[in-house]
T-cell receptor, first 114, second 113 residues
Framework: AQSVTQLDSQVPVFEEAPVELRCNYSSSVSVYLFWYVQYPNQGLQLLLKYLSGSTLVKGINGFEAEFNKSQTSFHLRKPSVHISDTAEYFCAVTNSGGYQKVTFGTGTKLQVIP | DAGVTQSPTHLIKTRGQQVTLRCSPKSGHDTVSWYQQALGQGPQFIFQYYEEEERQRGNFPDRFSGHQYPNYSSELNVNALLLGDSALYLC????????????FGQGTRLTVV
């Protein structure tokens, strides 16, 4: 069984400051990793994904994440946040190959303070 | 190109009733997955349909069932509704039974009273 842990339920950060949202996963097999964003009353939008290759993955809206196999982590970062980044962010994992179910973390609410 | 569409957007049901939620996948996609997102939680996988068959199932009781039609659209049925079934139900579509990039709909907000 796989699991995802997002230790921070809420992260407040001032506008234009950098942010890191933490994600750790547990799996006995190779994995694919994802970050999704959810704005209020909306579905989920894919920010970025790691399937293979370079461990530094760049996504939309200036976000990036680094896959660290030894630390079983996939932290999301942005060097300078905007008010519009206020949303909930979900880390997710599935078996490599992508044929198994996707398991989501409990989410981190990013609040950008003007 | 329409993305993933779900209907209805909101509904209210009484305990013990049955409900059907509908999902049309993104154009070109043939795989539909359903998730339940309770308030303040991450999405929980219910099941996935591919080639009109339920291919995978999460830890949900048999009260939750589904169907996929030849045009790849899908339905989620929940029988004997409980208060705890109140949640946002999300549909995600992808291609080829693979979960490398799923596109989500806006969800259906179900309230059971």
């Amino acid at each position: 069984a796989q699991s995802v842990t997002q230790l921070d339920s809420q992260v407040p950060v001032f506008e234009e400051a950098p942010v890191e949202l933490r994600c750790n996963y547990s799996s006995s097999v190779s994995v694919y990793l994802f970050w999704y964003v959810q704005y209020p009353n909306q579905g989920l939008q894919l920010l970025l994904k790691y399937l293979s290759g370079s461990t530094l993955v760049k996504g939309i809206n200036g976000f990036e994440a680094e896959f660290n196999k030894s630390q079983t982590s996939f932290h999301l970062r942005k060097p300078s946040v905007h008010i519009s980044d206020t949303a909930e962010y979900f880390c997710a994992v599935t078996n490599s190959g992508g044929y198994q179910k996707v398991t989501f973390g409990t989410g981190t609410k990013l609040q950008v303070i003007p | 190109d329409a993305g993933v569409t779900q209907s209805p957007t909101h509904l209210i049901k009484t305990r013990g009733q049955q409900v059907t939620l509908r999902c049309s996948p993104k154009s070109g996609h043939d795989t539909v997955s359903w998730y339940q997102q309770a308030l303040g939680q991450g999405p929980q996988f219910i099941f996935q349909y591919y080639e009109e068959e339920e291919r995978q199932r999460g830890n949900f009781p048999d009260r939750f069932s589904g169907h996929q039609y030849p045009n790849y659209s899908s339905e989620l049925n929940v029988n004997a509704l409980l208060l705890g079934d109140s949640a946002l139900y999300l549909c995600a579509s992808s291609w080829g039974g693979i979960n490398t990039e799923a596109f989500f709909g806006q969800g259906t907000r179900l309230t059971v009273v």
